[in-house]
């Protein structure tokens, strides 16, 4: 039988994410995490990383079945403990220089039959173990990058009328397509790619919109954007002048919103993956920023408690243009993986800002990032609201209106 | 096909490395490294460990390939690197309270056809960024322990004639066999075992005896013990009191020879596995506890070089008592891993020796150490001397000859 996963497209796949993904400099160290299902991959950018010149590549693998078994059998103090050692660890290699690699795919709904609560201690005492580390990849104190696998649980996810070798072999030419390595010169595509996204940021950017006005079935939204805003895409440059891609694929051209500047409505235009539950037909109604109504078909409840996490999560911390002719959208797939399904359409996210979504975001404290209509929240979740349906327009600083896209195009 | 690897036996393996290994004390997290390989036995020691109460168990899985990689691709700088950022981490971990297992048994012929050059010095870069983590473990400062698991590569190499199955197969009997798994009430087993060891220990340390006298075929060998020296076996206390098992499978009975004190002449008796070469009948000449004299008739070009690293490695760091009866000098194999070739046969260590094995040794400084006769080096490497040929004397203070072992057998 075929290998579901194309050997070739997989090596394009590696050399990308050394290539483009880090743009790895010769001498420096990489610390790569990954569920242990995807050491194919480990292996194919371990290579191609010492062949860029690294100096050490250490792995560090996860695996699904040892995460259940705590689940399983562990007593209830282990779900207040996180590997804090093993962070700092890493916080520590990223002073020294060393670059960050993550590959996404384990099963999505791993934890989805497992008690909420339990999720939720482990998840919290995670992410406060991890603070230090994601300090220094936020802030681009070093060059990272997420590249995906297709992994076999995550692929009877998205299809599960195939066997699963169809499906894993589907979910790999759908991320070999959106990663842009479905066909010789990758490296160069990916050149083309950022040149494209650079544009489009520069001359939203030259625009220096107020807000962006989004009109279509069941959505007439009105979203102010922050002071002083500025729009991201593509590759960005770590704080030492390394310039990294640090979402492979990446199709979005993103923004900070003004959480206090957002009003009418606005209807979802795909399901949103949340934790384990799919939250669909999502509609949602804003006065002065503020979310202060809120339906969907289905997962009503846990919308509802998302909603309620803190003041923050009301509010809006980005949004994002997505063209509709991008490879992700056409593929008409559903990732049930924000890295994904974010590049799928035009987006917005409810929560935490991106204070590098500034300008001069890099030096920024909070409060100058709150002063500027920047949100914050523990959360930070995407939320598609673009399609071939919806125009929007931006309203520069004097009331003029100009057209962005035109059902899903740009102009 | 049948699996060649007993699911029962290794489920008992995982429960004696956490109950006798270990023992895991409620609410400990535990650091696991291994290589990705044995994932089953990984997966089973973490459901025993969230059973007994583990806190948090982190895996840190190492892939033969991943490493290859480095040594096929990587610039010459990299073999200077060490992963220091982990090793630190681990040793921030023990200090929590972290408790540490690893599992044995990646191939052990993996590095044998590459640059011995990078090999050695990839060896002192790891075992530099090392050296806090090892500190931890030599002072026993938590409990720790190694096991082993019967990987494919390794079980080719102990048995080159037999397909791979029946190779894994062979191999993994002779794990559980030697680790006192092969049957119901392993712990109890361990309990009975440990409580024998510890007998034999306390009769040497009654003793104290002022040299051991080897002969047999070959043999005439006085071996000069350490002022105040230390019989250590089977379980060790840690500095917190908690008793666990460093080694599964062990044997070995042994204590710090005196450095300056050993003469007379020695054959080994069996081949000596030292970083994929094979050395063979190994005869050497001690004259004031240094060797002056050594040949070999396969390798004897290696056996120098090891005998050149330093001044200590021609002294002896360690001698162990093994009956000739043990489970795994009754199996016969040479495992070419020193985890079950030095629970064989009674034997010698070049090298460095262990402060563990002087009375108060937990508090002594180096120089303490040295005065009493301890050696000191970079390497530490054992090397089996006996068989069911070979007569062991204690000599003691005063002069008196008491009969230790007759042909491999405890008297
Ligand atoms: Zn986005
Ligand atoms: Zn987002
Ligand atoms: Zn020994
Ligand atoms: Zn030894």
């Given at each position: 039988m075929q290998d579901p996963i194309d050997p070739v497209k997989l090596d394009r796949l590696a050399q990308v994410a050394v290539k483009v993904g880090l743009n790895l400099q010769p001498g420096q160290d990489l610390v790569m995490t990954a569920p242990v299902s995807a050491l194919p991959l480990v292996r194919r950018i371990a290579e191609h990383a010492y062949k860029a010149g690294a100096g050490l590549v250490t792995p560090i693998l996860s695996d699904d079945a040892v995460t259940l078994a705590r689940y399983r059998h562990a007593r209830d103090e282990s779900f207040d403990a996180a590997a804090g050692w093993l962070y700092d660890g890493m916080a520590a290699a990223y002073d020294k220089g060393a670059a960050r690699l993550a590959i996404a795919g384990g099963d999505p709904m791993l934890l989805s039959g497992e008690d909420p609560d339990k999720v939720g201690r482990a998840n919290r005492a995670m992410s406060m173990a991890y603070s230090g580390a994601r300090d220094r990849i936020t802030r681009f104190a070093t060059n990272w990058t997420i590249v995906a696998w297709p992994d076999a649980a995550w692929a009877r996810l998205v299809s599960p009328d195939l066997s699963e070798h169809d499906a894993q072999r589907k979910l790999a030419e759908a991320i070999f397509a959106a990663s842009r390595v479905d066909d010789d010169d990758a490296v160069a595509r990916w050149e083309a790619h950022n040149e494209e996204l650079g544009r489009r940021a520069a001359w939203l950017d030259g625009q220096n919109f107020a807000s962006l006005h989004f009109t279509g079935p069941g959505t007439d939204l009105s979203v102010g954007l922050a002071d002083g805003h500025k729009w991201v895409a593509g590759a960005t440059e770590t704080l030492s002048g390394i310039l990294c891609n640090p979402n492979i694929p990446t199709e979005e051209v993103f923004t900070t919103p003004h959480k206090l500047r957002v009003s009418g409505h606005v209807s979802a235009t795909k399901p949103l993956s949340h934790q384990g539950t799919l939250i669909e037909e999502i509609r949602v109604r804003f006065e002065d920023g503020r979310i202060v109504e809120a339906h969907a078909s289905k997962g009503e409840g846990v919308l509802q408690k998302v909603l309620d996490t803190d003041e923050g999560a009301r509010r809006l911390g980005e949004v994002a243009l997505v063209p509709h002719a991008s490879p992700i959208s056409q593929?008409?797939?559903?990732?049930?993986n924000t890295l994904f399904d974010e590049n799928a359409a035009s987006h917005i996210a409810l929560g935490q800002c991106y204070s590098t979504c500034f300008q001069g975001g890099e030096t920024m404290d909070n409060d100058e990032v709150a002063r500027r209509g920047g949100n914050s929240s523990a959360i930070h979740i995407d939320w598609m609201i673009g399609s071939d349906r919806i125009d929007i327009d931006g309203l520069s600083q004097s009331g003029e209106r100009v057209p962005v896209m035109r059902k899903g195009a740009w102009v």
């Open positions: 593929s008409g797939m559903l990732f049930y």
